[in-house]
């Protein structure tokens, strides 16, 4: 009587699916961010959101700029003050009809269309908000990075990490929104102005972030390693240190665009932003004050599209929080 | 052994910390040399300095070198310039670390980490690269490296990981490997494969390997000679079986007395009465006076120097004083 002999051994029963279920798929970081992230509700629709606004800021730049009739500086004054969705009146010339022949969202006082001027100032908030939070993380990365690596190194009686990250207290210290009010007032009224007034008052918790994480890091034993395979110092730093340093400055760099986008909006709001004739979020709204009861959309819709956006980017930045904590990181099964 | 054919050779070497406290010496006047192709174990207890002494050959350590050279090959390393240091890092010196755990960046691939030494140190294509990768993993003992190269490091054991380190270390063939606690965060068995694995990748490159450990175990299979520090020097060396058998330095005797014999298994396992000397607060003789069996009058007051016990083992121990006539009372 003879034993009956599986013929495959079962390690090769098990292959190869099992064996890398049990060994665990191979992912890259940014997939299991991704993983983690898609579970937060909220933080999705925050970032469909986004996207729909990032579409509808480069459309619209396109429409304002190429075609005619969405023009947002079209004065129609027959047709000023007209509720949203409601359709031309028959005495206007026809090269000035709006598309679609209606206005969505409505025109203020002038007759302008306020759909146009809400699609040029979709443009004007994300792009201040994206280049000023690109300026502060560059110097914030920066200062934080040279504070965090080389901070014990003196320069005379003071470290480096002193000499930086007292700069850094100071900048803190000033009332950040009356700083900026003084330099737009002083400067030309521009956009690229105010993105980088916005950008260089800013930096400040990007700095400190990525000085904490630095110092973490500095002693953390791939960088000793690294250092011992003869990698040079840059190296070290660029390749090893600031990718495992991005976390918390993602999530802050993401408020950070929401806070952007705020002050840019007040700032227009206050007459000290972009020029009038070009639309802004802000000044659509400083516009529509003064017809409150009249015309309510003419802040309603400003600032509803504040407020979302603003929203948005906050939830992204929370649900990013989330998936970057290894705490509440779930492991693939 | 005769000057010059040494390998690495450390002389005097003084390694001091600053701290609020003041400077503190952690190396206190090492010496030490390291022939082509051999094994030396450097052993001591926490603290003892060993690990100074091993990072500063590659100037790893945030203290300051005071005193001393550190000649490898004829260059001295506390002296060079970063840049060709950093050719020897990795190029001719590798190193493997006590936490393969953390020793490995999370952030990327197994194989991007290995590629990225050998592209800096031989300027191979990126092809050549990944195809050395897969030779090297091969090599450790990593069973299918084509996946494994893609992996992250939390994608893998300890065991596999320190595997993926040494590796690295010896990516470009270094004369000499510096393994700093290589097994202390591993358990037994892979500890074994680990240590059989170095012996072969030894035997087979033909380098020197510079082991720390506190495992006496380890250095009785693997290390050719054997150097025990306290606090901050030398205290006894020799070939591994002068000093395993004929250990002269009570703190050795000390040691080995403490390794739990599992044919006598005891009821208390014997430890040394006391503790280390804080580094800043050392006697002036023999930091280990306070805690050894056998002190006698000069052991407090003046550092005992090594004495040769037999040819090539010395011991830091005034007992071993050619000009002491008499016996002092052993307890």
């Known amino acids: 009587m003879s034993i009956p002999v599986d013929p495959v051994p079962a390690i090769e029963a098990l292959a190869p699916r099992a064996e890398a279920e049990a060994l665990g798929i191979a992912e890259t970081p940014a997939q299991q961010l991704w993983r983690t992230f898609r579970k937060d509700r909220l933080a999705m629709v925050g970032l469909y959101v986004l996207l729909g606004l990032v579409i509808v800021a480069l459309l619209g730049n396109l429409l304002t700029g190429w075609w005619v009739v969405f023009d947002p500086t079209t004065v129609r004054l027959p047709d000023k003050l007209m509720p949203p969705l409601s359709v031309p009146s028959a005495a206007l010339a026809s090269e000035l009809r709006p598309p679609f022949g209606s206005y969505p969202f409505g025109t203020d006082e002038l007759g302008r269309n306020v759909f146009a001027r809400m699609l040029q100032g979709s443009f004007v908030s994300l792009s201040v908000g994206v280049v000023a939070v690109g300026i502060s993380l560059s110097i914030g990365v920066t200062i934080g990075g040279l504070a965090g690596f080389y ?59 990525v000085r904490a994480e630095f110092l973490a890091l500095r002693e953390q034993d791939f960088v000793t390693a690294a250092k011992a395979l003869g990698l040079p110092e840059w190296r070290i730093i660029f390749r ?66 504040i407020l979302v956006v603003v929203l948005a980017f906050n939830l992204v930045g929370e649900g990013l929080r989330d998936a970057l904590n290894p705490k509440l990181r779930k492991r693939a099964r | 052994m005769a000057e010059g054919s040494e390998l690495l050779s450390i002389r005097n070497l003084h390694v001091d910390f600053e701290t609020d406290a003041g400077l503190v010496p952690a190396v206190r006047g090492v010496d030490l040399s390291i022939a082509p192709g051999e094994t030396v174990a450097l052993v001591g207890e926490s603290g003892s300095g060993k690990s100074v002494t091993a990072m500063s050959v590659m100037r790893l350590i945030e203290g300051r070198i005071s ?9 001295d390393l506390s002296r060079l310039p970063e840049p060709e240091l950093r050719q020897i890092r990795g190029g001719q010196v590798g190193m493997i670390f006590q936490e393969p755990m953390t020793s490995l960046n999370p952030v990327f691939t197994v194989g991007q980490q290995i ?64 393994a700093d606690e290589p097994t202390t965060a591993l358990d037994v068995t892979i500890q074994a494969q680990i240590m059989e694995l170095l012996r072969s990748l030894k035997r087979e490159f033909g380098m020197a390997v510079l082991l720390i450990t506190h495992d006496l175990g380890v250095v009785a299979h693997f290390a050719e000679r054997v150097l025990v520090m306290y606090a901050g020097k030398i205290v006894e060396q020799g070939s591994v079986r002068d000093v395993f058998k004929r250990a002269a330095h ?82």
Request: hydrophobic share 45%; with cysteine; proline share 10%.
């Open chain 2, 250 to 331: 009570p703190y050795t005797q000390a040691l080995l007395g403490a390794l739990p014999d599992p044919l006598k298994p005891a009821l208390r396992l014997s430890a040394i009465p006391g503790r280390v000397p804080s580094p800043t607060m050392l006697p002036a003789g023999c930091a280990f006076c306070a805690r050894c069996a056998h002190a006698f009058e000069p052991c407090p007051t003046a550092p005992p120097a090594l004495f040769e016990v037999s040819a090539g083992h010395r011991a830091a121990c005034f007992l071993r004083d050619p000009r002491l006539t008499f016996v002092p009372t052993l307890r």
């Open chain 2, 115 to 178: 590629e990225e030494v050998l592209t800096l140190h031989q300027q191979l294509s990126a092809s050549a690269a990944r195809a050395q990768t897969l030779e090297l993993l091969e090599r450790v003992g990593i069973p299918s490296p084509e996946r494994r190269r893609v992996q992250y490091p939390h994608e893998l054991s300890g065991g596999m990981k320190q595997r993926v380190m040494i590796a690295m270390a010896i990516a470009c063939r270094p004369r000499l490997l510096i």
């Open chain 2, 67 to 75: 005193a001393g050279s550190i000649h490898f090959q004829g260059r």
């Open chain 1, 151 to 209: 901070g014990q190194r003196k320069l005379g009686p003071v470290s480096i990490d002193t000499l930086l990250m007292r700069f850094t207290d100071v900048a803190l210290c000033f009332p950040t929104f009356f700083l900026i009010l003084t330099v737009v007032a002083l400067l030309p009224p521009s956009i690229y102005n105010i993105m980088i007034v916005i950008g260089i008052t800013s930096w400040m918790s990007i700095a400190r972030f």
């Open chain 1, 240 to 305: 090893h240190m600031i990718p495992n340093a991005m976390a918390p400055v993602l999530v802050s760099s993401t408020i950070n665009v929401a806070h952007a986008i705020l002050t840019e909006s007040a700032l227009s709001f206050l007459g000290f932003g972009v020029r009038p004739p070009y639309a802004t979020w802000g000044n659509i709204l400083a516009d529509g004050r003064s017809y409150i009861f009249d015309a309510p959309w003419l802040f309603l819709i400003p600032g509803g599209a």
